[in-house]
């Protein structure tokens, strides 16, 4: 198996972790360049700058259909007058094998506030929820510090950065539906009714959550940003090995030697998941089927 070195070069979302797998709060993420994208962002760029910005970096919707983020943000209305507008993360993980999101906001919650604040300015929206599964207990008390060591630093709430932008955060624990993945049905179970998909159209970004445009991003969609901004746009797409620029969480279980979950490059074959770093089957066991996409991996 490859001995994993994470670096802020060749991991942005994970190289904070810590070793003993203790969650990374304001005091130390601030002392390893967070919020620096953030201050980047809100003191020096536009929201349509910042908007560009991630459409020209090519980051994709990290929740399965890979639509391009920047191009989903721009399809918010111009609008000055429709000044009430949401920023939803869909942290409702549900799928069988699937704990790539649980990962980020279990030991880097930062990470996520600092990914939403800056996707809230670029939206001009002024309030945000993360949606997560009611199972995630951990994952709820770790944000719900987070958000209120950023309140307490002045990085949510009123005139943040001394920017005149305000932004609130809360999170919002689901009930156990797995539709609820789907981005109009959580928006129901959001106001609190049940949780069927909605016809399209209208789309979320014209009437979303109580009727103003809401725009829903993954997770893992929303921490990827904070190091395109710190970055730059040129350094996001050589980390990968593809087209597709950045990098990916990758999760593998099942009867390998070494289960987990590593951030990889895009371009990484299957074959180098499964020996590289799952270490290949267990001993007398012979490889017969691999179901991508949750089951096994995301």
């Keep these: 198996m490859k001995n994993i070195i994470r670096t ?11 070793d003993d797998k203790q969650p990374v709060w304001l005091d130390e993420y601030r002392s390893k360049n967070g919020y620096e994208g953030a201050r980047k962002a809100l003191t020096g760029l536009s929201p349509d700058e910042i ?11 990290r929740g399965g259909a890979g ?3 920047g191009l989903k943000w721009s399809l918010m209305p111009k609008d000055e007058s429709m000044n009430i507008r949401y ?4 942290a409702d ?18 990470l996520l506030v600092e990914g ?16 997560l599964r009611g199972e995630y207990i951990e994952a709820a008390v770790n944000l719900r510090r987070a958000i209120a060591e950023a309140t307490e630093a002045g990085l949510l709430g009123k005139n943040i950065m001394g920017t ?16 609820c993945g789907e981005e109009t049905a959580l928006i129901n179970s959001l106001e609190g009714r049940r949780a069927n998909p909605r016809s399209k159209p209208p789309f979320p970004a014209t009437s979303g959550v109580w009727g103003k445009p809401t725009c829903v991003n ?3 969609t929303l921490c990827n940003v904070p190091a395109i901004l710190a970055n730059g746009v040129e350094w996001y797409q050589n980390i990968s090995k593809s087209k597709d620029a950045g990098t990916k969480l990758m999760g593998f279980s099942g009867r390998v030697k070494n289960p987990g979950l590593w951030e990889l490059p895009f371009g990484t074959t299957a074959r180098e998941i499964l020996e590289d770093y799952a270490g290949g089957m267990r001993d007398g066991l012979k490889f017969k089927a691999w179901q991508p996409g949750g089951a096994g991996t995301d």
């Design 116 to 131: 939403m604040l800056i996707s809230a300015f670029a939206l001009k929206a002024y309030r945000g929820y993360i949606f």
């Design 164 to 179: 005149g932008f305000d932004f609130e955060l809360f999170v919002h624990t689901g009930a156990g539906r797995y539709i």
């Design 87 to 90: 920023l939803l993360c869909n």
């Design 51 to 61: 908007v560009n910005q991630v459409k020209d970096a090519g980051l994709k919707g």
């Design 8 to 18: 802020p070069e060749t991991h942005p979302l994970t190289w904070r972790l810590r």
């Design 93 to 110: 993980e549900m799928e069988p094998g699937t704990y790539k999101d649980r990962l980020l906001m279990e030991q880097l919650p930062h």
């Design 67 to 69: 639509f391009s983020t």
């Design 218 to 220: 993954n997770v893992e």
